[in-house]
């Protein structure tokens, strides 16, 4: 190696932690400003249509794709979970009743096996009309998915507007899902 | 007037420990023989003053001086006393005092305990933690001050955050800090060498023992951090990925990175530059974690909250401390050169491959936690990059690691052959094959390929361990006596890999983990992972400043009962939050989870856990930490006591 490729190669970590400081700085300066929330936990696919993807079933039933999202016939709610995990059970009553009031769920099980997720549904009831699993994970990634559960808000035009990570409660339900689904209906 | 006092030995330690970083940087320029006799003298006033200060505050908190905001904010009256002293370093302010403490605690070590070395390497790194301690303590004295007193005081405190009442906090904090600090001192030696343009093996023997002992205590950190999110926040999991939990896990890794590599420079003085970057690495990862993730940029759990002034500071510290080092670093760095020659096949082109897997995995948590804020500031994209992400990119990295760890014991230095090595290990490889085989009945083949690597590092250390002894082949009065004459260093490596299986292992037995959660009233019952789980009763129970409900949950094999459970739910009337103590029983291989989420209809909707494995995931780090801890007793030996030995006659030897 020459002496200047040898010079240039150890200034690469210096290069690197002020490429990295300026980038704090100016986060740190556009905080100030108030233009920047670092903490609002937003997602990128709002304002967009879902990445592409086709998921297969489970037990037989068709999965769906995100063709399938494009136009649906009034908004819906997309919903990640996995039997797996305990917060999703805590949501299932109040997916259920949602449900019941008339509103679309679609399911995206997140690395789960077939015979849990089945028995998973069996238990907590099937509030979803159409499932798909993810069982790789990744489009999970391709969505931003933070951890399961999370429910993604779809608009008839196949539009992403409102991403919520956690168990859906009575209050995000009361004062953030409905009112966009009498804006969007 | 206590307080005030405690804030006159904050602006006292600015002073001293400016002058330190003075006199310690210019005196062995100068060649002054006062100034390196200067340098470890203003060290311990510099740390008397800190911890002055820090009693102070202490005292300020076991009292109850509500007229200081700090102890009003995070403190009542009705808090017991352990939690009155540990929640002075649970707040922000009182954290970064704690932070302050243990660095002039390092420097205080290096005065102390490096007496062996040359007056003025030691002074210059002396130099070096005095320039850095002046820096966070100004920090400290000006934006993030926890002496400032309010009026009127408030007739009673806030009170503490009840999720950290709790005895992990009482240690978790000071064991990671002591990790995160204690590696400025190897990167004190770092730009001490630096400065000094010449690295040695004696360099790398010097700093190997510092570096150890910040690691083993990150280890723990790590560990009773991770123990104390899985027993208290109620939902089993130990590991989430969280931005903070990163700024730990990163300066592990170029930690662990270090400790492997300054071997080479101790043994084979190779590797200088790529050590010395790996040093201000680890500290300028240790610094930015605990700063950045208080600055608010990085969105977390872990809620420390800070305003942007205090964030802004930092960044000009940060900038001075890192930047400073990796521009030293960029102009002294490539004179450099190692010396030692050695094969493609050989112990230090294992330790290679160990620092080429950990900068990998280091590489990718970092792009990871810091992907989401730079998109949206260079594109304006906002995306989250979350546990999904990092597990399968860091899963694959860590395989390769695994498999090296096995083989790179036993290679040899300068030139192997890894026919002989491979031969060696049939046994080990044929366990971790038979448990692959056994486990892909449970078809889960994440667990199955875990815990066969876990069994493979695990039974490769014993065999390496086994090979050194001739166990089985010599008498084994013959083997004893050649284990206890093992260098200790040779006995901490493999116990620090035999913790690291243990964790794989733990970390792949979890993902067989079972849990439901049911609504169960008292006298019934559920079945869950072949057991039987029935709720007896429901009742209320007493608390210092709270009240609770107490379920009692009876777990039965085969209609026998084996254990009763006492999960609980905590109504703290100070701060009206409701918190839920989960019951675990462990019998060491696993963990019997019962959380009491919810109480409703007479009924409690309890959460039920059977974890196998999960007590060998920290079983696993505390026998890591073990591990570093066996290996600096060697050093102690052979580098010499850190305390110099009186002659007869009191004369110092």
Known sequence: ????????????????????????????????????????????????????????????????????????????????????????????PMLQSLAGQGITIWGIAYEDQPANLAAYLQKYGNPYARIATDQSGLTAINWGVYGVPETYFIDKSGIVRLRYAGALTDEVVKTRLMPLFRQYS | MIP????????????????????????????????????????????????????????????????VENIADFSSSSTPLLY????????????????????????????????????????????????????????????????????????????????????GLAFHPPVLYTGYVGFSVAFAFAIAALIEGRIDAAWGRWVRPWALLSWCFLTAGITLGSWWSYYTLGWGGYWFWDPVENAALLPWLTGTALLHCSIVVEKRESLKAWTVLLAIATFSLSLSGTFLVRSGILNSVHSFAAAPDQGLFILVLLAITIGGSLLLFALRAPVLAGSGIYAPISRESALILNNIFLCAIAAVVFAGTLYPPFVDLLFGIQLSVGA?????????????????????????????????????LW?????????????????????????????????????????????????????????????RAAIGATLGHIGFGVSV?????????????????????????????????????????????????????????????????????????????????????????VDFADEQDGGAELRLNRHPGAPEIWFGGLIMALGGVFSLSDRRLRVGAPFRKRLPGGAEA
């Not at chain 2, 003075?22 to 800190?50: M, N, Q, S």
């Not at chain 2, 498999?403 to 300068?414: I, Q």
Request: hydrophobic share 50%; proline share 8%; net charge positive.
């Open chain 1, 1 to 92: 190696m020459s002496p200047l490729r040898r010079r240039l190669l150890f200034g690469v970590p210096l290069a690197v932690a002020v490429a990295g400081g300026g980038g704090f700085y100016t986060i740190l300066r556009r905080m100030q400003t108030d233009d920047y929330d670092p903490h609002a936990l937003p997602s990128p696919l709002i304002g967009n249509r879902p990445p592409a993807f086709t998921l297969p079933g489970v037990g037989g039933a068709p999965g769906f794709a995100s063709a399938d999202l494009l136009a649906p016939p009034k908004p819906m709610l997309v919903n990640w979970f996995a039997s797996w995990c305990a917060p999703c059970q805590e949501e299932a």
């Open chain 2, 4 to 67: 005030e006092l405690g804030h006159f030995c904050l602006a006292m330690a600015v002073a001293i420990a400016c002058a330190q970083g003075v006199v310690g940087i210019a005196g062995p320029t100068l060649k002054d023989p006062r100034a390196l006799a200067a340098a470890p003298v203003l060290t311990l006033l510099h740390f008397t003053a800190i911890l002055l200060a820090f009693l102070a505050l202490v005292w300020a908190g076991v009292v109850s001086d509500f007229t």
């Open chain 2, 84 to 167: 009155r002293i540990t929640g002075i370093w649970g707040n922000h302010d009182g954290s970064i005092l704690l932070w302050c403490l243990i660095l002039s605690l390092c420097g205080t070590a290096v005065a102390l305990g490096g007496r062996q070395l040359p007056a003025s390497l030691r002074a210059r790194v002396l130099g070096v933690l005095g320039l850095v301690s002046c820096g966070f303590l100004l920090f400290t004295l000006s934006v993030s001050n926890p002496f400032t007193r309010i009026w009127p005081p408030p007739l009673d405190g806030a009170g503490m955050n009840p999720i950290l009442q709790d005895p």
């Open chain 2, 388 to 424: 999904p992400f990092f597990n399968q990119t860091v899963l694959p990295l860590a395989g390769p690691i695994i498999l090296a760890m096995g083989v790179g014991p036993m290679l040899r230095w300068k030139r192997a052959d890894l026919l002989p090595v491979l031969q060696r």
């Open chain 2, 427 to 487: 046994l080990a490889g044929a366990v971790a094959v038979l448990v692959f085989i056994i486990l892909t009945a449970t078809k889960h083949i994440i667990a199955a390929l875990g815990l066969a690597g876990g069994a493979w590092v695990v039974c490769s250390a014993l065999t390496d361990l086994a090979e050194r002894t001739r166990l089985f082949r010599a008498p084994l009065g013959t083997a004893l006596g050649r284990f206890f004459a093992l260098p």
């Open chain 2, 505 to 593: 292992i733990g970390i792949a037995a979890m993902t067989l983990a079972v849990q439901k959660v049911v609504v169960l009233k008292p006298g019934q019952s559920t079945m869950l992972g072949g057991y039987a789980w029935t709720l007896r009763d429901i009742h209320d129970a007493p608390g210092p400043d709270y009240t609770q409900r107490v379920a009692d949950v009876t777990v039965s094999d085969d209609g026998k009962a084996f254990m009763t459970l006492h999960p609980s739910r905590r109504f703290f009337t100070a701060q009206h939050v409701i918190t839920s103590d989960a019951a675990i029983r462990t019998n060491g291989f696993q963990d019997i989870y």
